[in-house]
């Protein structure tokens, strides 16, 4: 009698630890589950932040081409202007 009972507590001894791993696996598990949210949240904020500065690559590109011509036109205005001087 006194072997099977404590067969018997080491029975629910066993399944007590196993209740416990079965719950840290189930936190583990969450846990797990909000990393990859997390770091697919952060993938996606990375490639808005990709395509905004190809946006403003872009921009200062074209900025930097509007700039040249303005240029190529202040000077050719400077040139005219130049031919109309009395003097």
Do not use: C, H, P
């Not at 018997?8 to 909000?34: F, H, P």
């Not at 490639?47 to 036109?73: K, P």
């Amino acid at each position: 009698a006194k072997l099977s009972d404590e067969a018997g507590m080491a029975l629910i001894g066993i399944g007590q630890v196993s209740q416990e791993l079965a719950d840290l696996i189930m936190r583990i598990s969450r846990t797990t589950e909000n990393q990859a949210a997390s770091a697919s949240s952060v993938a996606q904020s990375i490639q808005r932040i990709l395509l905004v500065n190809s946006q403003t690559n872009e921009g200062t590109q074209q900025t930097a081409g509007s700039i040249l011509q303005l240029s190529e036109l202040a000077r050719e205005l400077k040139n005219s202007v130049a031919r109309f001087r009395v003097g």
